[in-house]
């Protein structure tokens, strides 16, 4: 399984792309950040964001794209930004009928530290750890946005097992 990772924001859009599956050691195939300028108009900076997402989709052709599910913070205007990049992302990958998976930050952390109260830290060095590279990605953003296509790898057997049983209850319920 080929997944991008995006940890979105306006400012730096983390990007990475992990190849693997559960159980086996994992393989970065990229890592990067989307970038704009603070002081752009708003739309521009939209337009920044999804010309790279699209750049990244082009060049490594995922079957996934898994976002961080944005959550409230105490500032509105950072957390407005970072929904607007997140949907970007998310049309982006819709617009080519690559599914989309979102997970929490502290789910992600869990998933590839152990523990959902890692710091930004303990994330990078894991992800280091995980993916057999001789330094932590920078900024913060490009290492988050490989902890999360881990994350996904990690989890998909298991959310595809819990949609497949959802799945046949439903349909059972309409036929029984």
């Given amino acids: 399984m080929r997944v991008l990772g995006v940890d979105p924001g306006l400012t730096r859009c983390g990007v990475g792309v992990v190849e693997g599956v559960a159980g086996r050691p994992l393989t970065m195939l990229g890592v990067g950040v989307v970038r704009t300028p603070a002081d752009a108009e708003l739309g521009q900076r939209l337009v920044a964001?999804?010309?790279?997402?699209?750049?990244?989709?082009?060049?490594?052709?995922?079957?996934?794209?898994?976002?961080?599910?944005?959550?409230?913070?105490?500032?509105?205007?950072?957390?407005?930004?970072?929904?607007?990049?997140?949907?970007?992302?998310?049309?982006?990958?819709?617009?080519?009928?690559?599914p989309v998976a979102l997970h929490t930050p502290s789910e992600v952390k869990a998933a590839v530290t152990g523990s959902g109260r890692a710091d930004k830290a303990q994330v990078g060095a894991m992800v280091t750890r995980l993916l057999r590279l001789s330094a932590p990605p920078k900024p913060a953003d490009?290492?988050?946005?490989?902890?999360?296509?881990?994350?996904?790898?990690?989890?998909?057997?298991?959310?595809?097992?819990?949609?497949?049983?959802?799945?046949l209850h439903t349909s059972k319920g309409r036929t029984g």
């Fill in 49 to 98: 964001v999804e010309q790279g997402i699209e750049q990244w989709l082009d060049e490594y052709r995922p079957e996934l794209v898994a976002v961080e599910r944005v959550f409230s913070q105490h500032n509105v205007s950072t957390v407005m930004g970072t929904a607007q990049a997140s949907a970007v992302a998310m049309l982006c990958a819709a617009r080519r009928g690559i």
């Fill in 142 to 167: 490009a290492a988050d946005a490989l902890a999360l296509a881990i994350c996904h790898i990690w989890r998909a057997p298991t959310l595809n097992r819990l949609q497949q049983a959802v799945a």
